[in-house]
């Protein structure tokens, strides 16, 4: 993919996120200011797919409980949405957005791949000394260069953050 700018590749996910929820929610979504930073993952559900070809890394998709709750009812047209079910809807939306970037720039230029969706959901736990797993919060630190594009419903009722790493 030599010659596209990260920007392009940006506004392109930025464009499939809303396009997506949009199609597959009827919920409009709004990008917020893009943070060209890496910070830890601090949400209760997130999506994640990779990308590999001539440019690799990954996309993710990142929500908190109640936003991951309100998207898998809309898409899944449930009342109350398990676990699982709630894991299916963000591994779907976030493998869709992955798959508007891959065939907008296969078309163009070849050479991208997916994997398949990983979904990371719950509370982080770590074994401290006395061999007691002990919570330490729900956040995961990528180290990878990227942005973060936050989303907001205009009512509010989702907020969710779409993490490009290239």
Do not use: W
Request: charged share 20%.
């Amino acid at each position: 993919m030599t010659g596209i700018s990260f920007e392009e590749i940006m506004f392109t996910i930025m464009s499939a996120t809303q396009d997506t929820f949009n199609n597959y929610l009827g919920v409009e979504i709004f990008a917020g200011k893009v943070e060209r930073k890496v910070d830890p993952v601090d949400s209760d559900v997130v999506g994640i797919v990779g990308v590999a070809g001539d440019r690799v890394g990954y996309i993710l998709l990142a929500a908190d409980s109640v936003a991951a709750v309100t998207i898998a009812k809309e898409l899944l047209m449930l009342d109350e949405p398990d676990e699982e079910s709630i894991r299916d809807a963000i591994g779907e939306l976030t493998n869709n957005i992955a798959g508007v970037f891959k065939t907008k720039y296969h078309e163009q230029y070849g050479s991208v791949a997916l994997g398949l969706p990983l979904i990371v959901s719950g509370m982080l736990r770590t074994v401290a000394d006395t061999g007691q797993a002990k919570e330490e919060g729900s956040s995961m630190n990528v180290q990878c260069k990227g942005v973060t594009i936050p989303f907001k419903s205009l009512d509010g009722r989702i907020a969710l953050r779409v993490m490009v790493y290239m």
